[in-house]
């Protein structure tokens, strides 16, 4: 079962008349390709109500500025801003990865190709820029900067993730470095332009930055995990789908550098050739990595840094129920189950 | 022989210091990949000095200060936000292409693969919005919005061209449109952003950016005629490049509607299996274009163009070693052979 929460249907609301807006700017096909992505229309343009993700960052950049001033409504620009990143993203990494499915749906590539798939994420990370500068705000301009950065990192990070896929062994501090460009980095940003397109202090917006990059390597050792662990049916992957892809993932790389006897023979199982491994060797890979300690620390390291992200907080006064979505917000990241 | 503009020359030493500054922060990799892109290194990282392209659309960005205000150096964001983009659209559009040679060096996707370019691209095209960003000042809004737009017109272009590929018949208007879309439009918002960041009124800004409009119409018509009797040593290209790969351009489009049995003759022929063409059927095929009236319609047409990029400029007072250049711009367009 997935846990839902009130606070991301609520954000999602507020989002979706500028985020529709700025999407039907686009030329007729790639409007069409991006309304897919957004679970809006099926393949042929026909309405539907698919799910467009959880739509954690643009509620995230509401919330800070909820925090600061009590209203979110002004934040909508920064919020659609790195929605549209978010999604960039992820129809260029789908691609990358050759990944055929997300949210139990084909991908963009997979359906129209690679060209229209490049297009697609290009025009998506260009609006994102172009709902910024249309605000006129004085404040789109730190805004912006803030997303650029995190593009750039967001960049770093899925670098390295294709370079880290034709090395053997890949270290636990590379692996942690990569998961705070390719995820971290954009919910730090996520977690502080609301807050400074309202005209926050820098110390709101750092302890509230400082929260968001907690959370978002919290988000990336749970995903480890269900990439896993998790239940098929619910995630849209296969059983271990890590294993089977040989991915160098956080608990994986912690297991084989501090996992002893364990850790060293699930080392040499990730250098053994990949072809077609049966269901039992992929459960006794997943079974080394639970036995060299690798579930464990992940599960604790995302506690750990859900603690850190709420601790970030306590430098920023704000009204109770805020505070209270925040620790609602980190706790649904880690009990998530897809 | 390539003519030279000493003004391009010129406006590419303002340009450099802030251009390399921009690239020098990406992750290592990026780094390097658009150093080679740009002709500042070879593959290895080895500093070189190849042709990093005519810079042309720098060029008109520091032109529109200049008429203006006199002063380009204020303009360099602008400049280096446009030359941005263009590359960001050089590297995508190669990719999507599958073209494996720009100014006679590998493409970035042939030397490094997908995964690189995609990510090289989308590297370029978020630095070219921070370096606006980064200026803080209030005229980088209007001038990331003239982007915005010329970015979604290019997609809107290309998603159009790779339509085309796997059509029998393109019409000449589509083909303009799409023309319009790759290439004119940035050159368009080339020419006015500018002026529009010293803070120009918009009759001048509206002037100039209907010359840069009608010199982008040339430019791809010049594009075309290279693309059929280019030179190889000069362009890169195979002889009759755009015949072998069956491209709809603008003389074609032309020649097929207006050229009457010529025109007709050359549509079978397009229509016709396209393996292992020889040398003498493209060269029959070329002559079709040319008995149709295609190569002199192109030519004049390009004429014509530039005349009305000229026109455009009276509506400009400007210092007339100013107005001279734009003149010699111009004329480069239509006179160039690579």
Redesign the interface.
């Known amino acids: 079962m997935t846990i839902t929460l009130p606070a991301l249907d609520q954000s999602r609301d507020l989002v979706q008349p500028l985020l529709r807006s700025a999407v039907a ?3 007729p ?2 409007r069409k390709v991006a309304a897919y992505h957004f679970g809006w229309c099926d393949e042929n343009g026909r309405q539907t109500n698919a799910s467009g993700g959880k739509a954690i960052r643009s509620a995230l950049a509401l919330l800070g500025a909820a925090a600061v001033c009590g209203d979110r409504q002004t934040a909508v620009p920064a919020a659609v801003a790195v929605e549209l990143v978010h999604n ?1 993203s992820l129809i ?1 990494d789908d ?2 990865d050759r990944d055929t499915e997300r949210r139990h749906r084909a991908t963009v590539w997979a359906l129209w190709g ?3 798939a ?2 697609a ?3 998506l ?3 994102a ?2 709902v ?5 705000s ?1 404040r ?3 805004v ?2 803030l997303l ?2 995190a ?2 990192e967001l ?2 990070g ?3 993730d ?2 880290f896929e034709s090395r053997a062994r890949v270290g636990a501090a590379e692996c942690e470095s990569m998961a705070i460009g390719k995820t971290a980095a954009l919910l730090r940003a996520s977690s502080c332009i609301g807050a400074v397109f309202v005209g926050a202090a820098p110390r709101t917006t750092d302890a509230l930055a400082e929260y968001g990059h907690q959370v978002g390597i919290a988000f990336q050792l749970v995903d480890d995990l269900l990439g896993l662990w998790g239940e098929p049916a619910v995630t849209g992957k296969p059983v271990f789908s890590d294993l089977v892809q040989h991915k160098k993932t956080l608990p994986i790389t912690w297991a084989i550098e501090n996992g002893g006897a364990p850790g060293r023979e699930l080392a040499a199982w990730l250098t053994r050739d990949q072809q077609a491994v049966s269901q039992d060797e992929l459960a006794y890979a997943a079974g080394l990595v639970e036995q060299a300690g690798g579930r464990d620390w992940a599960a604790r390291e995302a506690d750990r840094r859900i603690e850190l992200a709420l601790a970030a907080l306590d430098k920023v006064p704000m009204a109770p129920d805020c505070r209270d979505e925040y620790v609602r917000l980190a706790r649904f990241i880690v009990e998530r189950t897809a």
């Open positions: 700017r686009l030329d096909t790639s960039f260029h691609l990358m690679d060209g229209l490049v297009l994420g290009d025009a990370l260009s609006l820029y172009e910024l500068f249309e605000t006129g004085p789109a301009g730190r912006g900067q650029a950065e593009v750039r960049i770093r899925q670098v390295a294709l370079e």
